[in-house]
């Protein structure tokens, strides 16, 4: 199929973010779609970690930032930003290519030109914590552009403020084609009047692995990330009792990061858990695939541990914040396998026990309701597939 296709807003470093863009550049492959680039916040770390697929790797358009840019930031950015906005206008008026830009983002900026479809990846990132400024920002080029747009798989909002309303829904709202991977995601975005479809996280499109029964039992904590958070002694202090008390169980505990600042953060842990194996890389998909296929159990803070390791039947508990993690483990576990880790406590570890002695019993319940996630995960490639059709026949 002859359509250039652009993934934007990718996170390079995170474990996660990688199985996301691998399972998508699978979909596009099976479409017949080669002609495709990856805009991502670290290409070299996207390459060891998405593996052998067919892509190119650049640098977002907009330098990475934490939230919202500051004032500073603002001042650094504007005039690039506006030169941008600029040469799109003059692209769409005349067909004319005009980079204003420092040459390092020429390339990336091209891109936006030659592509006929730009999808921005899936994720939780349209979201207050993380800002919604850098990712509008390629929405709003892709608009002036005249491109095709796709959201894909995405958790998003909630949307408040008169400000994040008014321009997410203006935004959003000129989305050709929006697919979400939590029913909580749609509730945010009828409540701005854009519509969307339902289905559930690309990774798990990602092909399944045979797991096995073990006792060993697979962790990746995080710290608190964000001022409404706080990794303080008491956080910590569970985590090191839950360690305790899976090794007095007779399992194996390895900690597994999947950003960075895991490792960092696990350096944090080392001494309250002696017990424990700390793996040291960031691992790519495939290789913490390897290692929850053949693990009895997960306790993850973050999502993508979770749905890789479902994807081998192996069964979990959800230690995390957002209700994303909630929502899996009500789905694929039942009622009862997640909390708030700022809410965690002993009658928590005892929940997480008594999960980890059923675990052979969950992993066949496990299975069996990843097959059918997956089979909603299919549905991002489908519809993907039917919106083509629509646009290359010129219909809407």
């Known amino acids: 199929m002859g359509v250039r296709v652009l993934l934007a807003n990718s996170h390079s470093t995170n474990t996660g973010d990688a199985a996301i863009v691998a399972a998508m550049l699978d979909d596009l492959e099976g479409l017949g779609i080669e002609a495709i680039t990856v805009h991502c916040s670290d290409p070299s770390w996207s390459l060891r970690l998405v593996g052998n697929r067919k892509a190119a790797f650049r640098k977002y ?8 840019p ?7 950015l504007a005039p690039l930003l506006c030169l941008n906005i600029f040469s799109a206008f003059i692209y769409r008026v005349s067909g004319k290519k005009i980079f204003l830009c420092p040459d390092d983002y020429r390339k990336s900026l091209a891109d936006l ?11 939780g990132f349209l979201h207050p914590e993380y800002g919604f400024f850098r990712p509008y920002y390629d929405f709003l080029l892709a608009r002036i552009l005249g491109k095709r747009t796709v959201i894909y798989a995405q958790s998003m909002g909630p949307f408040s403020g008169f400000w994040v309303r008014t321009i997410s829904k203006l935004l959003l709202g000129s989305v050709d084609l929006i697919m979400l991977r939590d029913a909580k995601s749609m509730e945010h975005l009828e409540d701005l009047g854009v519509s969307s479809h339902l289905t559930a996280d690309a990774a798990f499109g990602l092909r399944m692995r045979e797991g096995k029964d073990s006792r060993m039992v697979v962790m ?31 399992a194996r505990i390895v900690v597994i990061p999947t950003t960075p600042e895991d490792i960092a953060f696990h350096e944090t842990l080392k001494p309250l858990m002696p017990q424990a194996e700390f793996v040291a890389e960031v691992q790519s998909p495939e ?22 390791g479902s994807l081998c039947g192996t069964p979990f508990f959800a230690l995390g914040w957002e209700y994303k993690a909630k929502e899996l483990a009500d789905t694929l576990c039942g009622p009862g396998f997640s909390e708030s880790a700022e809410l965690a406590d002993g009658k928590t570890i005892d929940t997480i026990i008594k999960a980890w002695r059923q675990r052979k019993a969950l992993r066949k319940r496990v299975g069996e309701r990843t097959a059918l996630v997956q089979k909603k995960a299919g549905e991002n490639a489908r519809l993907l597939a039917e919106h083509l059709e629509k646009w290359d026949a010129g219909t809407q």
């Open 220 to 250: 990746c904590p995080r710290r608190w990330t964000y001022s409404a958070r706080d990794s303080g002694p008491k956080y910590l202090g569970m985590l090191a009792m839950l360690g305790r008390r899976l090794s007095e169980e007779g």
């Open 61 to 68: 358009l907009v330098e990475p930032f934490e939230a919202s």
């Open 113 to 123: 030109f030659d592509s006929d479809i730009i999808i921005s990846v899936g994720g």
């Open 70 to 76: 500051g004032p500073m930031q603002c001042a650094r």
């Open 287 to 308: 290789q913490m695939s390897e290692r929850l296929a053949s693990s009895g159990f997960v306790i993850s803070s973050r999502m993508h541990p979770i749905v890789l």
